[in-house]
C-alpha cells in the first residue's frame, strides 16, 4: 500500500510531489507522457511565467475560494519554497515572475534534482480509480497500485494535454463545463493583418461587466492574439465564450490631437500606426475607427492554454483541496474548477493548491 500516488507528473504534481518528500512522505507520480513536466517547459514561450508580483484572489475566477489559500500560501513563502528547492527568479516591468535564468528548463530541472528520492513512473496513464474501504484501488498501463491518499493533478486539455476529468466524475465528483480560456479572441475584422502588432487600449464588454487594460495586441488572420487579448479571453470565457472588443489603437493622444494633425489628410495615418492597420482603419471610418473600432468576439477554441470548469469547489475542502466525498483524495491545479487571468496566475495556482494538498497530506499521515 502506498502513503500517497499523485496522478499527473505536471506543474501541480511535481511541486506536490517535492513537498512530500521534504515532508518526510515518499510519493509514488504516474505520468501518463512519456517525460514529466511538458507544459512547464512550454509555458511562458519558453520562459515559464510562474508566478506574479500582483497575485490577488481578484485575479481567478473564484476569488472567495481561493483568498484563504492565497494568504496562507502567500507570494513570499511559495517564492521560498522554490528558493529551498534551488530556483531564484526574476520580475519584469509587469510583475511577472520568471526563473532567474530566463529559462523553464530550470523550474522542471530543479524539481527533478528535488524528485530524486520519488517513484516517478512516465507512460503510466492511470485508467481507473475505485474507492475502497479506507484506501483507493488505480489502475493504470503497467498495473495496479494501492494507495491512501490519491491526488489528482492531471491539468487539462489545454495546450495539447490530456483530460482526465473523468477520472474525478467516476469518483462521484461534480464536474463544471469545460471552455477554452487564455487565447485569443476570434473575428474576421482584421483579415490581411497577420503578424502586425499594436501597442493599445483596449476593452471588452462580457457577461454585463467592462474589463480593461493597455497592452500588445497581435492580429492573425482569424483574430487578435497577444497577451493583452489573452488577458481579456478569461472573461469572455467564464461569461459564456464571446464579448464585444473596443480597441484605441493610440491611446496616448487625445482625439482633439489626433483631429490637429491628421484631419483632411487620413491618408497619412501611415505616420501613426503600420500602414496595413492604418489602411484598414481608414477603410473602416478613419480617424473614429482609430480612437474607437469595435467588434463582436468570441474566444477562440484552438491555442489555448488554460481550461475553464473542473472539478466543482463545492466537492473540496478550501483549505487542503481535499474531496469532501472521500477523505484521501486531492484536486490540484487546473483539475479544480480555477483559473486564473493570463500573466503567471495559473502556474501560481498550481503551486499554492500542491502546498495546501502536501501540507493536508502530511497532516492526515501523521495523525
Ligand atoms: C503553451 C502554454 C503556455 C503556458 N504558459 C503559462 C505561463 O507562462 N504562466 C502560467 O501561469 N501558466 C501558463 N500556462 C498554463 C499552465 O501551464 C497550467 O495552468 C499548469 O501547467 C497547470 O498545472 P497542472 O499541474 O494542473 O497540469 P499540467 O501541468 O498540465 O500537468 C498535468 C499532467 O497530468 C498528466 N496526466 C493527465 N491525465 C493523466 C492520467 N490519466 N494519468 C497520468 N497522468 C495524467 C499530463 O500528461 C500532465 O503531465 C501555459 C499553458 C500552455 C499550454
Known sequence: ????????????????????????VTPVVLEAGVRVGKKILVSGNGRCNLSNKNVSAERYNAPAFVAPLLRKYGLERVLGAWEELGLLCRQDAEGRIYPYSNSSGSVLNVLLHALKGAKVRTGAPVLAIKR??????????????????????????????????????ELGLETTPLRPAVTYLKTDKFKGLKGVRAKVAASLETGGKTYEDRGEILFREDGVSGVLAFWLS??????????????????????????????????????????????????????????????????????????????????????????????????????????????????????????????GIAARIKR
Not at 133 to 141: K, N, Q, V
Open 1 to 24: 500500500m502506498e502513503k500517497v500516488v499523485i496522478v499527473g507528473g505536471g506543474a501541480g504534481g511535481l511541486f506536490c510531489a517535492a513537498r512530500l518528500l521534504q515532508a518526510g
Open 132 to 169: 475502497e474501504r479506507d484506501s483507493f484501488l488505480l489502475t493504470y498501463a503497467g498495473g495496479e497500485l494501492r494507495a491512501e491518499n490519491v491526488v489528482l493533478a492531471c491539468g487539462s486539455a489545454a495546450g495539447g494535454g490530456r483530460a482526465s476529468f473523468a477520472l474525478a466524475r
Open 234 to 359: 478569461s472573461f469572455a470565457a467564464r461569461a459564456g465564450g464571446s464579448g464585444v472588443l473596443c480597441i484605441d489603437f493610440a491611446p496616448d493622444f487625445s482625439r482633439e490631437k489626433l483631429q490637429e494633425v491628421y484631419g483632411g489628410r487620413e491618408e497619412l495615418l501611415c505616420g501613426l500606426l503600420h500602414k496595413a492597420l492604418a489602411d484598414k482603419l481608414l477603410r473602416r471610418g478613419g480617424l473614429a475607427a482609430v480612437k474607437d473600432f469595435s467588434c463582436r468576439v468570441s474566444v477562440a477554441d484552438t491555442d489555448n492554454q488554460v481550461t475553464c470548469g473542473g472539478v466543482a469547489l463545492d466537492e473540496l475542502d478550501a483549505e487542503t483541496m481535499m474531496s469532501k466525498k472521500h477523505d484521501g483524495l486531492y484536486c490540484i491545479g487546473e483539475m479544480a474548477d480555477i483559473d486564473g487571468e493570463c500573466g503567471g496566475y495559473n502556474l501560481h495556482w498550481a503551486w499554492v493548491s500542491a502546498m495546501a494538498a502536501a501540507d
